[in-house]
């Protein structure tokens, strides 16, 4: 590709929000000027806001396997819509498990001419698989994940203490990240099965907030112990937070991520049926939702990730409404941007907020810094262009998720996008995704 310019009034740099000017030299960008700027661009953006490429480092794409959940076309479509330009994929949910390297191959030979957007993978921890967490970081995946509890599929067990015990000195060897599924089976409830199934509370006294504390807990001292980076995923419980910082201010490599469901929804407004909302853990008290943006104004969350995790609508219980027997997975790829930002802009938090938890965060989580999550010279020139000003209703039919099954179908969001570019090429415009795969694995 050859040189393009790229201007815009509001360009989200890491040092801040001003007119720029982005020279993009075969998919990379070359220089940022800032300042306004009159000399003729290639692409002029005016007063839309230009941020980094968005990077999702939880995703479920369940595809080979389990493809008819979400795909690697339909997820990377959704991305590219919804200006994510990276994702990474999560270990579970496919068939087979990234729990070894022919899984992981498996999984490229999937992927392969099938991308929109650029993905990589995490490699899965799992009982009896020690042996296997250094040759898949040899042959690539940018960290693992595992459960502490039952992970809803046959394919991928949750680890004992005694596991975590033998692995993560040998994750930790590694110098990659260990995501943790942080809820302790112990403190895990069955669901009372005199309670109504379509009551929210019903799933939710069965998943309570001490499960993720005592999760937490063991995972602080374990790090410590083996000095493995260890990240929390999808924290809803605002109530661990104080354990976290004390154990960052201590030395001890944890980080943490929250979804946006986590920060939309609360508990007690949850109506009975509305199983597109059922997750684990599960979505609390709003006063929970409120301390998570907190912990996000004053960096105590570092990163927002969606944790799309698609299913049929059958198996989601959509007309039955049954929380006990449904799939727990949100469904919102394609319109985190608008999800996020309609919740900061509500908060009077600043947009460009959003380029460091959607972007230079998860990349960071990834190992990607230098190559994604900003706008700056040497980086992939991933860039979305939005309206943070533009109000749009969310069709779930209309969106390039397999399945029209989420939460945010109806709801009125503040933020559109505009255009999303892979390495300065366009490949989502004026709500249509465009051109070939050009995505790459990572």
């Not at 960290?143 to 930790?172: N, Q, T």
């Not at 993720?212 to 995923?233: F, P, S």
């Not at 419980?237 to 944890?254: E, K, Q, T």
């Not at 409404?321 to 469904?331: D, L, P, Q, S």
Request: negative net charge.
């Amino acid at each position: 590709m050859a040189s393009r310019l790229i201007r815009s009034e509001r360009v989200v740099l890491p040092e801040g929000m001003g007119p720029a000017t982005i020279r993009v030299d075969d998919g990379r960008i070359a220089a940022v000027t800032t300042g306004p700027s009159k000399a003729p661009v290639d692409i002029d953006a005016k007063n839309a806001v230009i941020l980094p490429g968005l990077v999702d480092s939880h995703v479920h794409i369940n595809d080979p396997g389990r493809a008819d959940w979400e795909g690697f076309e339909s997820a990377t479509l959704s991305a590219a819509a919804g200006g994510v330009t990276t994702l990474v994929d999560m270990p579970l949910n496919s068939i087979p498990a990234t729990t070894n390297v022919a899984a992981l191959e498996a999984k490229r030979r999937a992927a392969t001419g099938r991308l929109h957007v650029d993905v990589g993978f995490w490699g899965g921890v799992v009982p009896g698989n020690a042996t296997d967490i250094e040759p898949l970081a040899r042959a690539g995946v940018l960290g693992f994940k595992c459960f502490l509890s039952p992970s809803g599929v046959d394919e991928f067990h949750h680890v004992s203490e005694a596991d975590l015990r033998e692995a993560m000195p040998i994750v930790a060897a590694t110098g990659l990240p260990l995501l943790v599924h942080a809820e302790m089976p112990a403190l895990l409830r069955a669901p009372d099965p005199h309670a109504d199934p379509a009551s929210y509370s019903t799933w939710l006294d069965s998943r309570p907030g001490t499960a993720e504390q005592a999760a937490i807990d063991l995972l602080i001292d374990l790090a410590a112990k083996t000095g493995a980076r260890v990240h929390i995923v999808h924290l809803a419980n605002a109530d661990a937070l104080s354990s976290i910082g004390g154990a960052r201010a201590a030395g001890v490599p944890i980080t943490v991520e929250t979804c946006p469901h986590y920060l939309t929804f609360a508990a007690e407004d949850i109506a009975d049926g509305d199983t597109a909302l059922k997750c684990a853990p599960p979505i609390r008290e709003g006063e929970h939702r409120e301390r998570l943006w907190d912990a996000l104004k004053h960096g105590y969350v570092d990163l927002i990730a969606t944790d799309h995790s698609p299913a049929p609508a059958r198996l989601k219980h959509i007309e039955d409404g049954n929380f006990v027997k449904a799939w727990g997975g949100v469904a919102s790829l394609q319109i985190t941007l608008s999800i996020v930002w309609d919740g900061a802009a509500k908060r009077r938090l600043p947009l460009e907020r959003l380029a460091g938890w959607m972007a230079a965060g998860p990349a960071r989580l990834a190992g990607l810094t230098g190559r994604k999550g900003a706008i700056a010279p040497g980086y992939d020139a991933d860039l979305v262009v939005m309206d943070p000003d533009r109000e749009m209703i969310v069709d779930a039919s209309r969106l390039y998720h397999h399945h029209a099954v989420t939460p945010y179908d109806g709801a009125r969001l503040r933020g559109v996008v505009i255009a999303t570019m892979l390495r300065g090429e366009i490949i989502f415009d004026h709500g249509e995704c465009i051109g070939p795969p050009l995505g790459h694995l990572l």
